[in-house]
C-alpha cells in the first residue's frame, strides 16, 4: 500500500477544517431553513465530504475537491474582485497538490471502494 503523499494530507485536512468551520461560521445562516441556508449547508458538508474521502484514497474525492474549488472561484467572480484571485491561487495550489505523480499513484492504488 502506498503512503499518503504528505500534500493530499494536508489539504484533504484543510477540507475538513475548512467545511466544519463553515458549517459552524455559517450556522446562523443555515438554521432559518431556506434555499440559501441549505446551499450554504450543502456546500460545506462536501467540502467534509471531499476531505475525509480523500483521506480514503477514494480518486472521485479529489476531483469533488477540484470541482468544489472551481466553484468558489466562479462565485467570487460576480462581481470581479480580490477574492477572485485569491481563491484562482488557492485553485491552482490544490490542482497541483492533487494532480502531482505520487497522488496519482495513491489514489489509483486505494481502488474503487
Not at 32 to 61: C, K, S, Y
Not at 74 to 99: D, G, T
Amino acid at each position: 500500500m502506498n503512503k499518503r503523499p504528505i500534500a493530499v494530507t494536508v489539504v484533504a485536512c484543510l477540507y475538513l477544517l475548512v467545511g466544519v468551520g463553515g458549517l459552524i461560521g455559517h450556522f446562523h445562516e443555515i438554521i432559518p431553513i431556506n434555499r440559501d441556508g441549505v446551499l450554504i449547508a450543502v456546500t460545506e458538508i462536501l467540502a467534509i465530504v471531499a476531505g475525509a474521502f480523500m483521506l480514503r484514497g477514494q480518486n472521485w474525492a479529489r476531483w469533488l475537491a477540484l470541482a468544489w474549488m472551481a466553484f468558489h472561484v466562479v462565485l467570487s467572480a460576480f462581481p470581479v474582485s480580490y477574492a477572485l484571485a485569491v481563491h484562482c491561487v488557492f485553485f491552482v495550489a490544490i490542482a497541483w497538490a492533487l494532480m502531482q505523480r505520487r497522488a496519482g499513484e495513491y489514489f489509483r492504488e486505494q481502488g474503487p471502494g
